[in-house]
DNA sequence: ATTATGACCGAAACCGGTTTCGGCAAGTTA
DNA sequence: TAACTTGCCGAAACCGGTTTCGGTCATAAT
């Protein structure tokens, strides 16, 4: 008895009464559409007009239903998100921010953000699909890009607006944000040589992320850019967590001329680096020198503090809907693409190159 | 002119070509209304064609707008989400699990979530009412309560369906699922005398909280369980991270008669228990134990290992947004509430009272 | 003085669904 | 057989907006 007068009471009063479009008309002794088209700037509309209704609009606490404008727009001032939470996690610190950047800028325009997420590419695609056949959204960010990506092949030819966090391979029709890695992995080269080092091994990211090929150019281009050769056998196998940075590490370390410095594509590989000196006895810092990339919290903790490339996410997740937005209101995607800078983090982990140790001649080093 | 093509193809050719309501009505020879009451189970319309309808609906791909629905039933099939992240970010961790535990409850009933961030406890109640004012989500789930909770309130006050991952001093209405931290935290009283411990100290959360009180509460009645009396001198202050940890460690570590246990009610303050011992050379699990909930990470990684209470919060999650889901279709909320179990995870930081140490001669103990 | 031109607004159709209401045919009851 | 249900469906109103289409009136052009 009682729970059916809950259950009444809820689905009839429900909410606050709203004031709707029709409300405000009735107050203005104006027509429907004209407040409508007044209340979005239409031409045909006198300015003494639009103030009028606008100011009531403001004063009757007038919000239009995203849903009711959809159902003729076909737009519900959302932004989409799939996140696929099957991936080594290296993102997972951050994601509180990337979703405070994405939710902050959305609201600044009025717009909400509906997530979802996948538990692999497949999960990934259906969810997207979904998302796009009910018009949760208008459009999506797509993290964590592929340099050959699925998500943007569907989309794109759905003629979906999209933008994503990342690059790729083809780009064309693409809006993307990014962060410079570039330069940052080109600077993390020169700092080392600066510091006397000459073998710099490279631990790489992912396999088909595009991010791992970008951070890995940066090496290769820093090492030119540094007079250093290149050589194959300083590059490791794809280090995306500690237990492979660690494996890794041996494998590198195990050669006749073991490099005295590890740049590595993530930082979790870095923790890798630390635990196989740490077992030895080496020292991080002196004896073996360690740049890393992402400013991971728990670098801050280490003995010494990793010295790595910190990525401002909440920043990124705002640019990247502002993006969004801009894209879905038309503007070509060419016209929306942006670097944004990584901050380095000058701790304890790079230093001068070992004196005594692992380092012999240099019998590789050109110039 | 290339972009204006662009701009121009977008905004009519947008999506593949949805199928309406209307065309399965035309398909089917039917009234568009007979075909929502036969895909919406009315009574008055007749097995055979609802079969038939739903058969139709199926085969044609046919999803409703759940915003063309909206504007009539007031539903948009989505469950609201915003997270506080100004707080202490114990529960930064699960945040993955915890909203994919969210998103695939609701994808599973065809909803979606709509998520939104805020920073301080006024941008929560107005992203909250703004949130309800669009009618964005259809019921919210709220995370992290307070004994007192302004939220709990002006939802009860706007009639709005919510579910909490929590419990609140102040249950009218509300439909909750929470973990048994009670019994967790007897456990953990028991396990430290069953090691002989009789000075069992307490990290108590973060003030305010819910969470917090309970987790006393199970402290204090285990100690009652086991035959010990209660000691406010054993009992610190507010410890939530690391730094805090320390310090009331610390504290209570100066006494005379020092504990030889610790429960801390957060992970992150018993990192602070362990930086504490290792700076003086004592041991975690042999000089001092520990026992702590929450089941971080970075818990697993210590030396010791972190003896602790895992919670699962990707099924809490998922439970949660059940919950609200039914609340949202009408159930009674008192018939909505839930207890989770917490798993101990028997590791490494909790050990046999030390025979040298800190321990004199047990003068509190009654029985 | 007419006529064409704009500026401005009302009326109505429309978007994709849901829900109410009424009617018809078949089966029941009187 | 007439009256009454009942089962089942069509028609139309409705939800809260947007957008198209004319129409009125004042002003400018002829």
Chains 1, 2 share one sequence.
Request: hydrophobic content about 40%.
């Amino acid at each position: 008895m009682i729970t059916l007068m809950r259950e009444t009471s809820h689905t009839t009063s429900q909410f606050a009464p709203r004031v709707t479009i029709s409300d405000l008309s009735s107050e203005l002794g104006l027509a429907k559409g004209t407040v409508s088209r007044a209340l979005n700037n239409y031409a045909d509309i006198s300015a003494s007009t639009k103030l009028r209704v606008k100011q009531a609009a403001e004063k009757m606490g007038y919000r239009p239903l995203s849903h009711a404008q959809a159902i003729k727009t076909g737009r519900v001032r959302s932004v989409g998100l799939v996140l696929q939470n099957f991936e080594h996690d290296g993102h997972r610190p951050f994601l509180a921010d990337f979703l405070a950047g994405i939710s902050n800028a959305a609201s600044q325009e009025g717009w909400t953000m509906t997530l979802a997420m996948a538990n692999s590419e497949e999960h990934t695609r259906d969810t997207l699909a979904r998302l796009v056949d009910e018009r949760k959204a208008d459009g999506f960010i797509l993290p964590r890009t592929y340099l050959k990506d699925a998500r943007i092949d569907s989309l794109r030819e759905a003629d979906v607006p999209f933008v994503l966090y990342g690059r790729t391979e083809d780009q064309a029709g693409c809006a993307w944000y990014d962060i410079d890695m570039k330069t940052a992995f080109e600077q993390a080269v020169t700092q080392l040589t600066n510091l006397g080092h000459q073998r710099i091994a490279f631990l790489p990211g992912g396999d088909g992320f595009t991010y791992s090929k970008i951070r890995y150019q940066g090496y290769v281009s820093g090492l030119t850019m540094n007079g250093l050769s290149y050589e194959a056998s300083l590059v490791g196998k794809a280090s995306v967590d500690q237990g492979s940075g660690y494996e890794n590490t041996g494998q590198l370390m195990a050669a006749a001329q073991p490099p005295t410095a590890f740049i590595c594509a993530v930082d979790q590989a870095a923790l890798g680096v630390y635990q196989w000196a740490s077992e030895r006895g080496l020292q991080i810092g002196r004896d073996i020198s360690v740049i890393s990339y992402d400013g991971i919290p728990e670098g801050a903790m280490m003995t010494p503090p990793l010295s790595t490339f910190a990525v401002d996410n909440q920043t990124a997740g705002a640019r990247l809907t502002e993006l969004l937005i801009a894209r879905i209101r038309g503007a070509a995607p060419e016209n929306l693409r942006e670097l944004g800078p990584a901050t380095f983090l000058n701790r304890g982990s790079h230093g001068p190159v070992s004196p005594a140790g692992h380092m012999c001649q240099k019998t590789t080093v050109s110039n």
